[in-house]
């Protein structure tokens, strides 16, 4: 089985997030980039699949040099090679094209890509990556399970959850549940050290152009102060959501 | 090595002091290689996830949870970064052994100690001094986690005077053995280790000699109860008492009669990880106090905006960014210093021996100026939060606590401080660093005129530099006559040893985060560094008052009439700025700084 794991190069969860050139580009000074969380629990999910049945794991990653962190930590995690194709990935389409390719030229079985990235929140890549691939897609996929040729698949929905059986090749749109956040994997130290050694290649882009472009971004407003009112003042409690909230 | 290593001018131990270093030739913090950053992650990572969420646990004395993240740091490795890669390890330099142990340790001193004792002090004898056959045995076990060791050197009766153990090994008739009797006090990881390096007495050897001791009920080993400790309630303490415990001959570590020289090389290694074991706990509690500051509300004001917390946090910010300095500047020296004798032919374990002694003097500045920091900063971490700092439900309490140790073990401070002083002397007598000269030139500088020029210090940290400088004649016009005057007594003159010893630390200290910030400022760029520079600036202010009444207070002990009056013109003339620094902007901006980020931020 071979694998292919989408790493997308996302913020911390507890960064500060700011704009620069007149709120069209996101500030990425002194921003801790990380894996994006989605493709954590994808990339810990291949780890087992490689593990237990001996499946050949793959990452890859679209965009600059400066990404080239996260994909070694991917490798030292414990996926054999890493790919990254060198270009801005300035939006899913783009992103989806250069996947294509990759995932046309390293025949895989298998690519996890995350549910969505947790910096822009597209989540388009999967699905027209699946598309370009001529792969099967399932979306939001919480349960991944291989025998043989027989792919069963889990899905979150609304309220529940929906098991489907499926066939390679496939691509995923992953999240938390393919595994835990206990399961998630520290890099060990050896692991850190051959991660130097394992091949990280960079290919050139394939002709694709952007289909949208950010005009602006906006933070949400940030939040009033807290009124605090006393237990036994129901009134004013009702007064102030009449007249100053306008929820009753 | 690469030729950038080869090119550089790497100091000697307790060179700094004669000698000026250049900014490049310093490592700094922002040095590290992204290898050694995905390290720190790795760590911290485990750190955030392993014991933070344990540290209840932990302050309720759960021994087994210490042994049991023992283990999974092992499964890591964790505690085989130092280990060369033959036995099991993973070979890494100083620095990545240094940074390994500087991110683990901030969750619980319980587990820092636990793993200083066993990566340190209960490992290293073995991979500095042992034999092939010794290390292929025991080492890999010891890197891995399979195995823990533990260091059984001090006494009821030797603390401090750690040779004068009465602890006794005699050898068997047949000559294969030797049976070990005596009882060991304030053993770390006592009880869960595996193996001791056990320190004993053979016949009337004037020293003692190392052996590796496997625990092992059975053969007369026993424990005493868990000591009862005001902090790092999880390390296990333990007496150890061994009657006729047989331990067979080729368990003897180096030489008969080495063992005070295995105990004293160990603890140069020790020392200076204990150092950056005391780091991240900086680093932890000024985050942890700045982000309670911004909520804490008194008189409708968040407190961080008060101009007594902000000098609180200032300061705490800046002990931190100065001990990382000087940590990872002497770690990179030792680095540096290991891979020119492996070049030169030496083994690695011969080198790493030699490395580590050469820079014993910093060992020891190291382990005293950041275990008293890391203590200061708990304090004042318990002030910021007022009462609550006082509660055993916030943090800072356990910090405070655990902190204490530091400044007791791996030799206390005043032992080292008079090592470090003891030491520089030792060396200068044998010709390693020429004090004798430049302490000369002071002299003759203290008879001559004082330049009435006023020096252009419009470069950037340019007085700070001329002020180390001046601080460094300081020590060399203090020691010198006292050396001058007490010769080999000196020994016997504690309180001026430890006077001299105070102006030697802060040069070091200083000296380090200057280097770093004007290193920094070069690279990154004034702006980006302006915390950087305002923080080397206020220690550097403190360390020249600290520098002022040690000064005076040596000087005062030995020197009378003529003598003391020029000593003490002198020492005037060296401790005083052209400009002085407006000590209270630079303390508020750099508390602003670390309040905006919420978190010590360098
Ligand atoms: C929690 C804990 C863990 C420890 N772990 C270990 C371990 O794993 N292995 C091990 O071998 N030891 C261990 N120790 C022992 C530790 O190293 C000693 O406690 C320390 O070296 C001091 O010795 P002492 O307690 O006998 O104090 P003493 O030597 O009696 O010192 C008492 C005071 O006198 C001062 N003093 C002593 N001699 C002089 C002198 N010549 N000049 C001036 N002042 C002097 C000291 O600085 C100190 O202030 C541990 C101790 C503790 C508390």
Redesign the pocket.
């Known amino acids: 089985m071979k694998i292919l794991v989408c790493i997308s190069h996302v913020p911390d969860t507890t960064s500060k997030i700011n704009f620069t050139e007149g709120d069209t580009k996101f500030d990425t000074n002194g921003v801790q980039f990380v894996i994006n969380p989605n493709d954590e629990f994808g990339l810990t999910r291949a780890m087992w699949f490689k593990e237990k049945q001996g499946a050949t794991v793959d990452v890859v990653n679209v965009g600059g040099p400066e990404t080239e962190p996260t994909l070694r930590k991917a490798l030292a995690i414990g996926a054999d090679s890493a790919i990254r194709v060198n270009t801005e990935p300035t939006d899913g389409f783009v992103v989806a094209k250069q996947l294509a390719k990759v995932v046309q030229d390293g025949g895989y079985d298998l690519v996890i890509a995350g549910r969505e990235s947790i910096d822009y929140n597209g989540g388009m890549v999967p699905g027209m990556l699946a598309r370009l691939s001529n792969a099967n897609f399932v979306n939001t996929c919480i349960g991944l399970e291989v025998e043989g040729t027989a792919v069963t698949a889990v899905r979150e929905i609304d309220g529940g959850k929906e098991t489907v059986s499926t066939s390679f090749p496939l691509v995923i749109g992953g999240q938390k549940g393919l595994v835990e956040e206990s399961d998630l994997r520290i890099p060990n130290m050896r692991g850190i050290m051959m991660a130097r050694k394992k091949p990280l290649t960079v290919l050139e882009p394939v002709e694709a152009s952007a289909e949208t472009a950010s005009v602006k971004f906006e933070k949400p407003a940030p939040k009033g102060a807290v009124t605090l009112i006393d237990p036994d003042n129901v009134e004013e409690l009702v007064n102030l959501l009449h007249n100053e909230a306008k929820v009753i | 090595m690469d030729t950038q290593t080869q090119n550089k001018d790497i100091l000697r131990g307790g060179q700094f002091l004669v000698k000026e270093t250049n900014c490049d030739d310093v490592f700094t913090p922002e040095d590290f290689s992204e290898e050694q950053l995905m390290m720190k992650e790795a760590v911290m990572e485990f750190n955030d996830r392993e014991i933070i969420p344990n540290k209840p646990r932990f302050e309720a004395k759960d021994y087994a949870l210490t042994e049991e993240v023992m283990k999974k740091a092992g499964e890591l490795g964790f505690l085989g970064v130092a280990v060369p890669e033959e036995y099991g390890g993973l070979g890494m330099g100083f620095v990545s052994t240094m940074l390994t142990c500087d991110y683990i340790s901030s969750g619980t001193g319980s587990f820092s100690?636990a793993f200083g004792?066993h990566t340190g002090?209960?490992t290293m004898p073995i991979t500095l001094y042992g034999t092939e056959e010794q290390k292929q045995k025991y080492v890999p076990r010891l890197a891995t986690g399979e195995w823990f060791g533990?260091?059984?050197?001090?006494e009821?009766g030797?603390?401090?005077?750690?040779n004068s153990g009465k602890t006794t090994a005699q050898l068997s008739e047949d000559g294969k053995s030797y049976k070990i009797n005596g009882q060991?006090?304030?053993?770390?990881?006592?009880g869960f280790c595996n193996m001791f390096i056990v320190?004993a007495r053979i016949e009337d050897d004037k020293y003692i000699t190392g052996f590796i001791v496997e625990n092992d009920p059975n053969n007369g080993i026993s424990l005493g109860e868990e000591?009862h400790?005001l902090g790092?309630h999880a390390?296990s303490?333990r007496q150890v008492f061994f009657s006729d415990t047989v331990v067979p001959v080729e368990n003897m570590l180096a030489g008969r009669g080495e063992g005070f020289k295995i105990a004293m090389n160990a603890l140069n290694i020790g020392r200076i990880k204990l150092a950056a074991a005391c780091l991240d706990s900086q680093r932890r509690i000024t985050t942890t106090a700045v982000k309670y500051a911004t909520e804490r509300k008194q008189f409708k004001t968040p407190i961080a905006n008060f101009g007594a917390i902000k000098l609180k946090i200032a300061e705490m910010a800046t002990n931190a960014y100065v001990g990382e300095s000087a940590c990872y500047r002497a770690a990179k020296n030792i680095e540096d210093r290991i891979a020119l004798r492996m070049e030169a032919g030496n083994s690695h374990q011969e080198a790493e021996l030699k490395g580590v002694e050469e820079y014993a003097i910093e060992c020891s500045i190291l382990k005293v100026s950041v275990s008293e920091d890391v203590q200061n900063c708990a304090d004042e971490g318990i002030q910021i939060f007022g009462g609550m700092g006082f509660s055993k439900d916030t943090p800072m309490e356990a910090a405070w606590r655990d902190a204490r140790?530091a400044r007791?073990?791996?030799?206390?401070?005043?032992?080292n401080r008079?090592l470090s002083v003891g030491m520089l002397i030792k060396k200068a007598m044998k010709g390693h660093v020429d004090l004798l000269g430049p302490a000369m030139k002071v002299q003759e500088e203290l008879m001559g005129i004082p330049s009435f020029d006023t020096p252009d210090y419009s470069e950037l940290l340019s007085e700070e530099k001329a002020m180390i400088a001046k601080l460094k004649k300081v020590f060399l016009m203090v020691a010198g006559a006292a050396v001058q005057k007490f010769g080999p007594d000196l020994e016997a003159h504690?309180q001026l040893l430890l006077a001299a010893s105070d102006i030697l630390i802060e040069i070091y200290m200083a000296e380090s985060a200057i280097l770093r910030a004007e290193k920094n400022a070069k690279r990154f760029g004034e702006e980006a560094q302006a915390s950087q520079i305002a923080m080397a600036k206020l220690y550097l202010y403190h360390a020249v008052t600290t520098i002022e009444q040690n000064g005076r207070e040596g000087i005062i002990s030995f020197a009378q009439g003529d003598e003391q009056r020029m000593m003490l013109m002198g020492l005037k003339r060296f401790t005083k700025y052209a400009n002085y620094p407006d000590i209270v902007t630079l303390r508020n901006s750099i508390a602003e700084k670390v309040t905006a980020e919420n978190k010590y931020c360098f």
């Open positions: 100690t004792a002090i209960g533990a260091y059984a050197l001090t009821p030797a603390g401090s005077d750690a060991k006090m304030w053993i770390s990881n006592a320190f000591e400790k790092i390390s303490t140790i007791i073990y791996e030799g206390t401070n005043e032992i008079m504690q």
